[in-house]
């Protein structure tokens, strides 16, 4: 049920990533990552009333909480400025080290060790979403990058940060519920992010209801996706369910292809098989 959920959580991501790139043409990156967070509380808020809750929230509980949500808040900022200060061909590739990073903090974290055919599948699906991201740039791209430009050097920053704070949702979770830990560590994101922008800003503008209706469907895809990673990360490790959700990247090509009329799509193709290679180690 734990690979359902990742392939199912890939799925979302890619859709929710397809959402705010058409989203971009009309509203700043900061609107942007506000709307992903904030979006999506209206469909998880249900979901926490109907799930098991303690009777109180314990103070480890509300210390994961700060530590989990303030790792998250620091990536999103992290996230918008790599992708403002360069291309995003030369910074989305340096995400697929999240699932390298994890099969150093999850054993420390919270004690997930994978398997040597684990470990060779991580590996498979990081070279391959690195592929996936580093046609355009030549294939030492986005390693080069680290060293001449700022994005990279801040989406590998994320990467770290990310691989930390999967780890801080499996003990979330672990104090209470999928569903709950989730909209809690999503209302703590969107709250700080909501400071962040009445701060640059001094006002949210939303725009028409087109508009609207776009933002709502990222929260949607978004609420779906972290319901349903939250879900696997429970029963599964969390080295495993994170590359598997790294095959957003495969989706991301079938849409950028379908609907954004990408090109380049062979190399790109050759870094899925790799990828699926990589999911079926994992899962044998």
């Known amino acids: 049920m734990w690979i359902v959920l990742s392939l199912f959580t890939a799925l979302c991501?890619?859709?929710?990533?397809?959402?705010?790139?058409?989203?971009?043409?009309g509203n700043n990156f900061l609107v942007i990552a506000w709307a992903w967070k904030a979006f999506s509380l209206p469909?998880?808020?249900?979901?926490?009333?109907?799930t098991p809750v303690p009777e109180y929230l314990s103070l480890r509980f509300l210390?994961?909480?700060?530590?989990?949500?303030?790792?998250?808040?620091?990536?999103?900022?992290?996230?918008?400025?790599?992708?403002?200060?360069?291309?995003?061909?030369?910074?989305?590739?340096?995400?697929?080290?999240t699932p390298i990073f994890l099969l150093f903090t999850s054993p420390l974290m919270v004690g997930d060790k994978p398997e040597p055919t684990g470990f060779l599948g991580v590996f498979l699906i990081f070279l391959g979403s690195y592929i996936l991201g580093s046609s355009k740039p030549g294939f030492w791209g986005p390693i080069k990058g680290l060293f001449s430009e700022k994005g990279p050097r801040l989406m590998l920053c994320v990467a770290l940060i990310w691989s930390i704070a999967a780890n801080v949702d499996k003990m979330g979770i672990r104090e209470t519920s999928p569903f709950f830990w989730a909209f809690c560590v999503q209302a703590f994101i969107a709250s700080g992010l909501t400071l962040l922008l009445f701060k640059q800003q001094k006002s949210i503008s939303l725009g028409s209801r087109k508009n609207i209706f776009l933002l709502s469907l990222i929260g949607l895809f978004t609420a779906m996706g972290l319901i349903s990673q939250m879900s696997a990360v429970n029963i599964g490790?969390?080295?495993?369910?994170?590359?598997?959700?790294?095959?957003?990247?495969?989706?991301?090509?079938?849409?950028?292809?379908?609907?954004?009329?990408?090109k380049d799509l062979k190399l790109r193709l050759?870094?899925?098989m790799i990828m699926l290679a990589g999911v079926f180690l994992m899962t044998a």
Do not use: H, M
């Open 237 to 262: 490790l969390v080295p495993y369910v994170i590359a598997i959700k790294r095959l957003s990247i495969v989706f991301g090509v079938i849409i950028g292809a379908l609907v954004f009329k990408e």
């Open 43 to 50: 469909f998880l808020l249900p979901l926490s009333f109907i």
């Open 13 to 25: 991501e890619a859709i929710k990533d397809g959402l705010c790139k058409k989203g971009l043409q």
């Open 270 to 272: 050759c870094g899925a």
């Open 63 to 97: 210390g994961i909480l700060a530590l989990g949500g303030g790792l998250n808040i620091l990536a999103t900022i992290l996230y918008i400025r790599a992708i403002q200060a360069s291309d995003l061909s030369l910074t989305l590739p340096l995400l697929s080290f």
